[in-house]
């Protein structure tokens, strides 16, 4: 049962585009999610994070959106730069829970 | 730079042959993590350590043991190596909410 859904495995944006990244949980009971990056032979590195509490939440070029309702959030890259190109994955908790739930990833590529 | 260093960084081992992973930090973090990365799976958790000796499975655990003697060092064995453990491994530590990963492992099992 995949409690965290990517569900695009891969996305190729123009640079200096808006790139959007889509993830979608079912449990009800995650209240903080996370977004990570990844560059090849490189381990994961934490983007960006977002409560329950709040629906956005911005670090630069980087905001998190999350819709609780529709168990929604999205990551939105503006504007894009060629080392954007990486695997993300979203990651869902909840709290006193030590375990993240991650998702399968969706690679993003800029394109020049 | 959460200070985690993972030894080997690459390892190409027989089937049925014992492996094991080491995975080192230096800032004395309580929680410890090991997770394997599989094309179409993202990251899936094999086991974890919330403090020393006190370890829980994960999601896939089978066919892997862990070992927690000190609190700089998480161990990750695989008694007899299969195929289908043919991944990258990665090791983390828990800050708050977040989790921070080591550079990973390339295990390839022939």
């Known amino acids: 049962d995949q409690q965290v859904k990517q569900n695009s495995p891969s996305l190729s944006v123009q640079e200096g585009r808006i790139s959007i990244l889509n993830c979608d949980y079912t449990?009800?009971?995650?209240?903080?999610f996370l977004w990570y990056k990844k560059y090849p032979a490189e381990g994961p590195t934490f983007l960006i994070s977002?409560?329950?509490?709040?629906d956005k939440n911005e670090d630069g070029r980087f905001t998190v959106f999350l819709n609780k309702s529709a168990k929604h959030l999205s990551l939105h890259i503006v504007p894009s730069q060629p080392g954007d190109s990486a695997v993300y994955f979203c990651a869902a908790t909840n709290f006193g829970n030590e375990k993240l739930t991650f998702g399968t990833g969706t690679r993003l590529t800029i394109i020049p | 730079d959460a200070g985690i260093t993972q030894s080997p960084r690459h390892k190409v081992t027989e089937t049925g042959t014992p492996v094991t992973l080491r995975c080192h930090q230096t800032e004395n973090h309580r929680y410890m993590y090991w997770y394997r990365q599989d094309p179409g799976h993202g990251l899936r958790l094999i086991h974890y350590?919330?403090?020393?000796?006190?370890?829980d499975k994960g999601e896939v655990s089978d066919g892997y043991s862990v070992s927690r003697s000190k609190t700089e060092d998480f161990l990750l064995t695989l008694e007899s190596a299969t195929s289908s453990q043919t991944s990258v491994y990665f090791c983390a530590i828990r800050t708050g909410y977040e989790q921070y990963f080591g550079p990973g492992t390339r295990l390839t099992v022939t």
């Open positions: 350590s919330y403090g020393v000796k006190d370890t």
């Open positions: 449990n009800s009971m995650f209240d903080y």
């Open positions: 977002i409560s329950s509490i709040k």
